[in-house]
């Protein structure tokens, strides 16, 4: 069984920088093809797609936020980590983690985040 | 919003509905990487649809995804009262912007 779950700080203050940690388990981003990304979900309002890692360390970001975000991954521990720099009360948002698999994975729903985690909830507020 | 998706739809049990999903030649004109997720109030988006046209194992065969030119569509067939949520749109938009969704549609039950 495939399983997401993201933890970080429910609340930051403006210009701080936030670290949130996706525990993944039943897939392993050693494994060819497969891709976290991290998206988020302001109150009320639309998804929006932050960044992405890949199995063999490549990275992608939303160009519009490119310059604050840093996406990594420890496989040892089955873990992705996205760093946003600067904070700002508009980041306020329910920030989700989910997998992506590639066709040749043979498993899932490929190239679409097929498998979320529950969402963590941040508050940008001094 | 990257893509456009009405605000709002509704439909009576039993009918049948469908939503667009407006892009550009940019995004779903030249992928067939479009996506549909379902989210309820509080809870995380499930996806729905994949590749515009797939089902994933599991989802009801009353939900039917396709795609013409820079639109693509979701159709829900023989609407259920648990099918009242929001329906998210999804496509790879290439290699830098990578993936862009829409606003979201929230679907009625009547």
């Known amino acids: 069984q495939v399983t997401l779950k993201e933890s970080g700080p429910a609340l930051v203050k403006p210009t701080q920088t936030l670290t949130l940690t996706c525990t993944f388990s039943?897939?392993?981003?050693?494994?060819?093809?497969?891709?976290v990304s991290w998206i988020r979900q302001p109150p009320g309002k639309a998804l929006e797609w932050l960044a992405r890692?890949?199995?063999?360390?490549?990275?992608f970001y939303t160009t519009s936020l490119k310059t604050r975000l840093t996406i990594s991954k420890d496989t040892s521990k089955n873990q992705v980590v996205l760093t946003m720099a600067n904070m700002d009360p508009a980041d306020t948002a329910t920030y989700y983690c989910?997998?992506?698999?590639?066709?040749?994975?043979?498993?899932?729903?490929?190239?679409?985040?097929?498998?979320w985690g529950q969402g963590t909830m941040v508050t940008v507020s001094s | 919003s990257a893509l456009s998706q009405p605000a709002s739809v509704s439909g009576s049990p039993g009918q049948s509905i469908t939503m667009s999903c407006a892009g550009t030649?940019?995004?779903?004109?030249?992928?067939?990487?479009v996506s549909w997720y379902q989210q309820y109030p509080g809870r995380a988006p499930k996806v729905i649809i994949y590749?515009?046209?797939e089902r994933p194992s599991g989802v009801s065969i009353r939900f039917s995804g396709s795609k013409s030119g820079n639109t693509a569509s979701l159709t829900i067939s023989g609407l259920l009262a648990a099918d009242e949520a929001t329906y998210y749109c999804?496509?790879?938009?290439?290699?830098?912007?990578?993936?862009?969704f829409g606003g979201g549609t929230k679907l009625t039950v009547l």
């Open positions: 989910a997998r992506i698999p590639s066709k040749w994975n043979n498993e899932g729903a490929p190239d679409a985040f097929d498998i």
């Open positions: 039943g897939f392993s981003l050693t494994t060819s093809g497969m891709r």
């Open positions: 890692i890949d199995w063999d360390d490549d990275k």
């Open positions: 030649s940019s995004n779903i004109g030249t992928y067939d990487l």
């Open positions: 590749e515009a046209t």
């Open positions: 999804c496509a790879f938009a290439g290699p830098n912007t990578q993936w862009v």
